[in-house]
């Protein structure tokens, strides 16, 4: 596998915050997101791996018209215990902290004009 300068510096950032406790900071939170935009697609496939393993995710339960799996906002909050305003929030701050770094939210999908729902 070969990383990214930019993925290489931002992981060992990210080890030392997570040794020193400090993973879960609001730095450790923006500095894993970002770490995650540059990650390769090997690092990619394991971490989704072990995201569905921990079951960290619902199943999508939506589509669009070209076939793009999406989970709904609904899905998500029963999946983690929350009101669909918990996980509004959760998404907003998610969508702001990617705006913040500079990173894409394409495939968040905030129009359900062109939603279907899996039957």
């Known amino acids: ?5 930019i993925f290489d510096y931002l992981f060992s950032r990210y080890k ?3 040794n020193d406790g400090r993973g879960e900071t609001d730095e450790g939170r923006l500095l894993f997101i970002e770490m995650m935009h540059y990650a390769p697609p ?3 496939a394991v971490a989704n791996q072990i995201a569905d393993e921990m079951n960290l ?4 339960d ?3 018209d070209d076939g793009t799996p999406l989970i709904s906002l609904d899905a998500l909050a029963k999946h983690h ?6 996980a509004g929030v959760m998404v907003e701050r998610f969508m702001s902290d990617r705006e913040s770094l500079g990173l894409s939210n394409a495939g968040i999908v905030k129009d359900a004009t062109n939603i279907h729902r899996k039957q």
């Open 42 to 44: 090997e690092y990619l």
């Open 62 to 64: 939506c589509y669009t």
């Open 1 to 5: 596998m070969t990383n990214s300068p």
């Open 81 to 86: 215990g929350l009101s669909m305003d918990e």
């Open 16 to 18: 030392e915050l997570h």
């Open 57 to 60: 995710a619902p199943e999508p």
